[in-house]
């Protein structure tokens, strides 16, 4: 199992962008798909982006697309997300995780704390 350490959250004003950084445990980080998914108050756990080994293979959620990054960086065993003109109903708490499948909303791992974004209109 992999562990999950997400930060980066914070109260924001619609328009505004914040990037989301998660640290990983283990060594094999580098062979890993990793995603991004979150779950706003109320509702179920959604998929958000996903990114493969390489980098060059890269999934986002259509309510995403167009205004969300997610990088990797294996030397430091982290996994990030940049995400532009925040809109209040990406409100939520945000998680990383292996994908149990491609654009699937399940993750590998035991889930983290999270980090948690609040976008005010």
């Known amino acids: 199992q992999v562990q999950w350490v997400e930060s980066g959250g914070g109260l924001v004003q619609a328009g505004d962008s914040l990037r989301l950084s998660c640290a990983a445990s283990g060594r094999l980080f580098s062979m890993y798909n990793l995603g991004w998914f979150r779950q706003a108050p109320g509702k179920e756990r959604e998929f958000v982006a996903a990114i493969n080994p390489g980098g060059d293979n890269i999934l986002y959620a259509d309510s995403v697309k167009g205004r969300t990054t997610i990088s990797r960086d294996s030397a430091k065993n982290t996994v990030y997300l940049q995400i532009s003109s925040l809109k209040p109903e990406d409100t939520a708490r945000y998680y990383c995780?292996?994908?149990?499948?491609?654009?699937?909303?399940?993750?590998?791992?035991?889930w983290g704390q999270g980090t948690l974004v609040t976008v005010s209109s």
């Open positions: 995780n292996r994908p149990r499948a491609w654009g699937h909303r399940d993750g590998l791992d035991a």
